[in-house]
């Protein structure tokens, strides 16, 4: 499956940013689906997950209540609503994918797109 991540940018602190992520080559509605950020100088971390049916979702303590997955499985595509955004959001942000159920927020998603960049101002 080839994975294509858009809707980053610049925003300021307290701002709503939509990122969405486009899947193809594979039935979408097979895989669940992640996303993951890396800021300059740290490890990539899970932010948000989400089941096959998009019935079950998990989130990173980081980001619980003020970011919000979902998918629509007509449209081959993830999204994550990204509000109250703060400095320490910033990252390069990637969407993820496996056949595998059960991975929640543990980072060995098989299938992996090219990133888009957010960039929250103070």
């Known amino acids: 499956v080839q994975l294509q991540a858009s809707g980053g940018g610049l925003v300021q602190a307290g701002g709503s940013l939509r990122l969405a992520c486009a899947a193809s080559?594979?039935?979408?509605?097979?895989?669940?689906m992640a996303w993951f950020r890396q800021a300059p100088g740290k490890e990539r971390e899970s932010v948000a997950a989400i089941s096959r049916s998009g019935g079950t979702t998990y989130y990173a303590d980081s980001v619980k209540g003020r970011f919000t997955i979902s998918r629509d499985n007509a449209k081959n595509t993830v999204y994550l609503q990204m509000n109250s955004l703060r400095p320490e959001d910033t990252a390069v942000y990637y969407c993820?994918?496996?056949?595998?159920?059960?991975?929640?927020?543990?980072?060995?998603?098989?299938?992996w797109g090219q990133g888009t960049q957010v960039t929250v101002s103070s």
């Open positions: 993820a994918a496996d056949s595998r159920g059960g991975l929640g927020l543990r980072i060995e998603y098989a299938y």
């Open positions: 080559g594979r039935t979408f509605s097979s895989f669940v």
